[in-house]
């Protein structure tokens, strides 16, 4: 069983077998992290490099877990965004890294296709846990198998996904992931916040948030950043919350058995209210739970390489 | 070149193997106390099973079985592009201070039950550890043995011995391919 690639750069181009043998991995990874001893020999010996020059700790060491529970020796090397320029640089960082001779690297940039350049330069499998607004596919596979374990299956659910779509590699990977599964994925946000011709990546788009999460089996709601109601994206936090927000009184309108979801971190009292994330019907916790299946599985799948 | 295939066991004599494996680790073990059972993926699990019946019937006490998924601790991982499909580990019970009777269909260079030992070591601390297998066709890579063997079968490495085990028992069959 392998996949297609060497990398994971994206799901753009990732078939439904591949989501499938992915998320069936993950899975049987998940009972390691029960164990007393939570690991495994598998990744003896092998070097997975975590260059993280967009800083993260909660994905870096998300990933630092799943390869250390594999036996790898996990190197993290950050570097601050200024000391990166366009692609130039990137390309003496990659030289530099390829005379490590690392077996998988987790590149995570503020530049979409900085993982492509090193996919290409380097022998090593590069896994992208976000390049700028483009993919975050690690991400995308932890909310799918997180649906997956909850629902019993995929195809034919309905997904709402609301927020800043615009500036979301989340929600992009997601979308990509979910049409190739067969959910129907419903897009709400508002109209400056949702990108033009969204519809050809085969979504539904909704400017109102009862429209998007109408008969929603599964609702995911984005992280709003602060930052963009500086560069006048919206008016103020309040009145986003006011027509955006997931409450008890907006919730109603999604299915009965409807699961809450948010990458996280989470703005209580903005995108969503706070006893809706703490609620019954949210997932959040258990999504990051399976954030660390998912990369042990992905490590996995693409450590070892070809001898 | 086709398949040349000859049956060394039919069904029958391979239930009178599994209850005479059953009274023996009866037998060594003064009874059932602290024993589980482990079934090692893929071939073990439906002979786990089926010991763990037999037990049962004999004793009269449920024996713990799990089943155990030895493919992140083999040996041959990093040769090949390709990764062997990951099964899932399922013991939901603890090891430590038990007798576990690891069972496979078939044991052969060893080196499978090198790794779920070391898989078991791991999840505990055993008492002890024994192994249970149907078939031990030879050709040892490593220094294990078997405690509990229902067939001895001394094979030619070109051959590949099949134990064939189906939830009705009627059909079961052990073969060896040519």
Redesign the interface.
């Known amino acids: ?2 996949l297609g690639h060497k990398d994971l750069l994206g799901l753009e181009h990732v078939s439904r077998e591949e989501i499938s043998l992915i998320l ?2 993950a ?3 998940k ?2 992290s029960t ?3 939570k ?4 990744l003896r010996g092998k070097t997975v490099i975590n260059l993280f020059v967009e800083p993260s700790t909660r994905t870096r060491t998300s990933f630092e877990i799943a390869g250390k529970r ?1 036996s790898a020796d996990v190197i993290n090397f950050t570097t601050s965004a200024s000391s990166f320029v366009k692609g130039e640089t990137l390309r003496d960082t990659a030289q530099t890294l390829q005379s490590m001779a690392p077996d998988i690297i987790v590149i995570r940039h503020s530049a979409a296709g900085a993982p492509h350049i090193l996919a290409r330069l380097l022998q090593a499998s590069i896994i992208n846990a976000g390049d700028g607004a483009h993919e975050h596919p690690t991400q995308a596979l932890l909310d799918m198998l997180s649906i997956r374990e909850k629902k019993g299956r995929l195809e034919g659910l309905k997904v709402a996904i609301v927020g800043d779509i615009s500036h979301s590699r989340v929600a992009r990977s997601n979308i990509f992931g979910m049409t190739t599964m067969g959910m129907s994925v419903a897009i709400g946000g508002p109209p400056m916040m949702i990108p033009r011709d969204l519809e050809k990546l085969g979504v539904t788009v909704h400017y109102r948030l009862a429209d998007a999460i109408q008969d929603a089996d599964v609702v995911m709601m984005l992280r709003i950043q602060f930052e963009r109601q500086a560069s006048s994206l919206f008016p103020s936090i309040r009145e986003y919350a006011r027509f955006y927000s997931l409450t008890r009184d907006t919730i109603g309108l999604a299915k009965d058995d409807v699961i809450i979801m948010h990458p996280g971190p989470i703005n209580r009292g903005v995108e969503i209210a706070p006893d809706i994330a703490d609620g019954p019907s949210s997932i959040i916790l258990d999504q990051v739970t399976n954030g660390v299946a998912v990369r042990m599985a992905l490590l ?2 693409l450590g ?1 390489g ?2 | 070149m086709g398949k040349e295939l000859t049956v060394v066991m039919d069904a029958q004599g391979i239930e009178r193997c599994i209850e005479r494996i059953a009274y023996e680790i009866r037998e060594n073990n003064e009874g059932a106390q602290d024993l589980v059972i482990i079934g090692i993926r893929a071939g073990g699990i439906l002979l786990a099973d089926r010991l763990s019946t037999m037990l049962r019937d004999i004793e009269g006490t449920e024996i713990p079985t799990g089943v155990l ?1 030895i493919t ?2 083999r040996d041959d ?14 013991i939901p019970f603890s090891l430590d201070g038990k007798i576990v009777v690891l069972v496979d269909d078939v044991i052969f260079t060893g080196r499978t039950i090198r790794a779920a030992m ?2 078991l070591i ?3 601390r055993p008492k002890r550890i024994q192994l249970a297998v149907l078939i031990d066709r030879g050709h040892r890579e490593l220094p294990i043995s078997p405690d509990y063997v229902g067939k001895s079968l001394p094979s030619s490495l070109w051959e590949k011995v099949v134990v064939e085990l189906s939830p009705s028992p009627g059909n079961d069959r052990i073969i060896i391919e040519n």
């Not at chain 1, 690991?39 to 598998?42: Q, R």
């Not at chain 2, 990093?78 to 399922?90: N, R």
């Open positions: 069983m392998k069936d991995t899975e049987s990874f009972e390691i164990r007393r001893i690991k495994v020999p598998t594999l996995y799948l070892g070809t001898e | 998924d992140l601790y991982l990093l040769s090949g592009t390709g990764k062997p499909k990951l099964g899932k580990t399922e070391d898989a791991d999840f505990g």
